[in-house]
């Protein structure tokens, strides 16, 4: 059996969906997180896989009836796909090879200025794993695969072994049907419905729509706003803050929020996150990677959950709730200036 036989071997045991292997060489002249020597001299392949998320904690997520058991999911899926690469380069070290795992998110490269506010990934999951087949991308920007969409976690094992490489996902065979479901269900529409972006990687193309500011994301996904701009509907986070189209307003607007987001109560369950010093974040969006299901049935189903559930709120134990819109609206209205401006 060759190498990449037992390694696919040795992830499909342990729950992986799809395996893929990527070298140096398919990864030539793409950007910079891709250069697998960033984290291990001497990388000659990457081995990316996807783990699924629970499903039932998705839709209860979706339906603001329980913010929490998706946000254990998700970490936990995290957990397991560093774990996984940690145990696999343990294996390929026994063998001889120098190896190295790698945590699944929440790791950047804090060298670059200002990176608390871009996010630079030390490495990008979701190119390797488009280049070597494990999926490819979807609308939104997150990778998907047949059957079960974006609703997965990438994982990524390097190693000074070189591996066959496997090939991308031909466009025809792409999970994503451009229904758009993923634009509708991001309250702050970072990504374009019509522009594309691409990206080289190795002499392929891949493309996805074209974002419109990363900020928008720290912005909602960071938990510090979640209202859509129509008012009818919002993701888990109770802010309520304007989101302009021009770059530095939108940034002199999120760093308002950012200060303003230290003084809320603290809510039930969150995380440690290295850009957010001193407070807790808590995952209150995702919609884009997570309503997609790769079942164009099941995926309108999930954000019609989503915009049909009303708009949170903040109690001043930190609990959260959801109420409809209109009544969001005149609930909010209602609370002491105070507390009021640490929402919008
Ligand atoms: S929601 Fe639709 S457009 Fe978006 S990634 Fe999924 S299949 Fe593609
Ligand atoms: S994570 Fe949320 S805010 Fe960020 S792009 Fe996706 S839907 Fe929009």
Known sequence: MSWNQDIEEFLRERGVLQVGFATVETLAGGPPSVDLSYKLPGARSAISFALPFRRDAIRAFLAKEDRVPHEHDNLE?????????????????????????????LKYRTEIQGWQLTLPPDLSHRYLAVRSGVGSFGWSGNVGIKGFGTAVILGTCLTTLALEPTAPVPVEESFCDRCKLCH???????????????????????????????????????????????????????????????????????????????????????????????????MTCGNCQIVCWGDKKETAHNVKLLKTSG???QEPDGSLYALPPEEAARAFEKIEPERKQLYC
């Open 77 to 105: 899926t995290n957990l397991r796909a560093k774990d996984l690469s940690w145990e696999l380069a343990k294996m390929l070290e026994r063998e001889g090879f120098p190896s190295k795992g790698t945590a699944a998110n």
């Open 184 to 282: 509708a269900s991001c309250p702050v529409e970072m990504f374009d419905k019509e522009l594309e972006a691409s990206v080289d990687i190795g002499g392929v193309t891949f493309s996805h729509a074209r974002r419109k500011s990363i900020l928008l994301c720290q912005f909602c996904c960071g938990g510090f706003t979640g209202l859509h701009r129509s008012r009818k509907w919002s993701s888990w986070s109770p802010g309520r803050f304007r989101v302009p189209e021009d770059e530095k307003e939108l940034l002199n607007e999120l760093l308002r929020a950012i200060a303003l987001y230290a003084k809320r109560p603290v809510m039930p369950g969150g995380y440690e996150h290295s850009a957010l010093k001193g407070a807790k974040q808590y």
């Open 311 to 313: 708009c949170v709120l």
